[in-house]
């Protein structure tokens, strides 16, 4: 049922949205961990950014063992990130402002900790037993019981459980085979983790599940906020038949079962449900992320304006070309290329806008390293610090461009970048990172190559990186904290943080806040446009075209560190591509060519409109 998506104006559709992690965000009482008095602090700082919506990461009761996205309250603001009356003043702060919130929706799973489970594992007629996953072990041929099947959790073998504390981390490690089923030994038998153990997944199946969830939404919705960012929401309708997953990794006895739990039978019933009963009935925004959502069409079926279903989904075609079937940490090394990057680009913005759907723009987020490290050699932009301010408006530029909705990360409008390399393990404090360097240390014993190839992917992909402190001015722990900071601050922070780069007009802040006010202020071309890519064929460049009407904009992104002769492809006239008084955006001086010939310098990122 397609739609032109110029049709249909919406408010989420315009707005710029930045997500915030609170532990790492800004600490207002000195305990080393960020906290909602310490965001409120910032709303000022974030208003003079143009940020619209704020997406926060979740701050519920939570034990923290996968930092907060384990819930034993919906309804309590966890003791180390504040209070309700914070959370109330936090709200009214963004509403005074014009600004919005989304909150994170955690409904695939809870914490083992919430009473629910507590309830459910109690016994097997308890009232809340079928609120969860529960089987019988299964028995093989030699009459020995394991796990019902052979899936694998996300976080894989064996884990280790953090607790942020104040003043510090207590780690407790414990081993764990990496099934996703957890024995239970008070009713003898197995429950259901897609992530950790103590990350029981909900059983959606079960109406009073889901009744229960939408009265979560209710209370949240009637506080104030204006949506939610809906965690793995691919993941809530698992296959009835639990059936083996299979083998695509073959010396392994667990194996990836997100084909078939992703994206499964009942997901849309649940999710128009979701939307008739809730949404509906409020003017919000919701945007789910599907991390194993790879099919166009059924990502349609979630996002298509006449479903009722989401307003757009993260998908991760584009953040996950270089992950193997074991995901970011898989080896050998899987180097992504251009022409990857270009196909998901052009393949999702073409598609949504062609069937009447909508996209999320969006390079990082806590889950991500951060993209001046990540989309160049970052040799490049450790070394050398005009190269980090020309890729970090390069990538901004990028996003700029599309059609969607466009999303910031916390210190990505700083140009933050990854841990340095030379720091120890020790200072990844992230639940995966520790269970994939303790599986790579055991494979390392047969393959000493292979913990090299290890350490290269968790210098380039690891969560931690975009989980290290903001960095607002030069003050110890660049004013992050009084206290000691719960993750080391980045050694760079003298010369990159925010009350440096607010009043420079030509730092990568300034650049996001034009880029921001550009989209507002041409959102018919911007954001409601036509989507074509230019040069496909092209390895060096990124060019795209967006049209509506006799409004026109192009973007051109030299990826390479060096020079790009690049010839206006044929049939275009050089003034309607290039014209120095359309010219919107700009990480160069004046432009450079002849004729034909645009000459682009190393990292160079144009935007033209008119
Ligand atoms: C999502 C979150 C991630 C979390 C996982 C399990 O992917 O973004 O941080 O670990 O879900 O809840
Ligand atoms: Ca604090």
């Not at 992950?323 to 949504?352: C, D, H, I, V």
């Not at 990360?409 to 020790?426: D, F, R, S, V």
Request: one cysteine or more.
């Amino acid at each position: 049922m397609p739609e032109p998506a110029i049709a249909r104006h919406r408010w989420w559709k315009e707005a710029s949205i930045y997500q915030i992690y609170p532990s790492s965000f800004c600490d207002s009482n000195g305990d080393g961990i960020g906290d909602i008095p310490g965001i409120i602090s910032k709303l000022d700082y974030l208003h003079e950014l143009g940020v619209d919506v704020i997406w926060l990461s979740p701050v519920y009761k939570s034990p923290q063992k996968d930092m907060g996205y384990d819930i034993s309250d919906y309804q309590a603001i966890d003791p180390r990130y504040g209070s309700m009356a914070d959370m109330d003043r936090l709200i009214a702060g963004l509403h005074a402002r014009g600004m919005k919130l989304l909150m994170d929706l955690v409904v695939n799973h809870t914490s083992d900790q919430h009473a629910w489970f507590q309830e459910s594992r109690s016994s097997l007629d308890n009232d809340k037993r079928k609120w969860y996953v529960w089987r019988d072990g299964f028995m093989n041929e030699k009459g020995e019981e394991g796990p019902p099947n052979n899936w694998r959790s996300v976080f894989g073998g064996m884990w280790a459980e953090f607790k942020i504390q104040a003043g510090g981390l207590t780690v407790k490690t414990q081993k764990h085979e990496g099934s996703a089923w957890q024995y239970d030994e008070v009713t003898g038998q197995y429950y259901l983790h897609c992530f950790l153990p103590g990350q029981p997944d909900l059983n959606w199946e079960h109406p009073p599940v889901r009744e229960a969830v939408h009265s979560q939404m209710k209370f949240w919705l009637d506080k104030g906020t204006d949506g939610f960012r809906m965690d793995v929401i691919d993941l809530i309708s698992k296959p009835r038949s639990f059936a083996d997953a299979p083998v695509v990794l073959p010396n392994e006895r667990w194996q990836p079962a997100d084909k078939l739990i992703s994206n499964g039978p009942r997901l849309n019933e649940f999710l128009e449900e979701m939307g008739r009963e809730v949404l509906s009935k409020y003017d919000v925004m919701t945007v789910g992320e599907m991390p194993w959502m790879t099919d166009k069409r059924e990502a349609l079926n979630v996002v298509g304006w006449w479903r009722g279903e989401l307003d757009m989904i993260f998908q991760f075609d584009m953040i996950t070309m270089d992950f193997g079937n074991n995901g970011r940490y898989s080896w050998p090394e899987k180097p992504w290329t251009l022409s990857t990057l270009k196909g998901a680009l052009e393949g999702w913005q073409t598609f949504m806008i062609q069937n009447g759907g909508w996209n999320s723009v969006c390079l990082e987020s806590h889950d991500q390293p951060r993209s001046v490290s990540r989309f160049v050699d970052r040799s490049l932009t450790d070394n050398d610090p005009v190269t980090r301010v020309r890729v970090a408006k390069m990538l901004a530029t990028l996003e700029a461009g599309q059609c969607g909705t466009i999303y910031v990360y916390q210190g990505q409008e700083l140009a933050m970048k990854n841990m340095p390399t030379h720091w120890p393990i020790e200072e990844y404090k992230d639940v995966e990172t520790q269970n994939a360097y303790k599986e790579a240390l055991e494979q390392a014993g047969r393959d000493e190559s292979k913990m090299q190839d290890f350490m290269k992917a968790l210098h380039l992909k690891a969560r931690d990186h975009a989980r290290i402190p903001v960095q607002w001015d030069s003050s110890s722990h660049a004013g992050f904290t009084t206290g000691m900071p719960w993750m080391r601050v980045n050694e760079d922070y003298p010369q990159w943080n925010a009350a440096l780069q607010v009043p420079d007009e030509d730092s990568v802040f300034s650049f996001w806040k034009k880029v921001l006010q550009l989209r507002k202020q041409y959102k018919n071309v911007l954001i409601y446009g036509d989507f074509e890519m230019l040069v496909r064929e092209d390895a060096r460049v990124v060019a795209y075209r967006r049209t509506n009407g006799q409004e026109r904009a192009l973007v051109l992104l030299n990826f390479t560190n060096g020079p790009v002769e690049w010839e206006i492809p044929r049939g275009r006239r050089v003034e309607e591509l290039v014209d120095e008084r359309y010219r919107k955006l700009g990480n160069h001086g004046k432009l450079l060519g002849e004729g034909d010939v645009l000459s682009l310098r190393p990292f160079e990122a144009l935007m033209f409109i008119k």
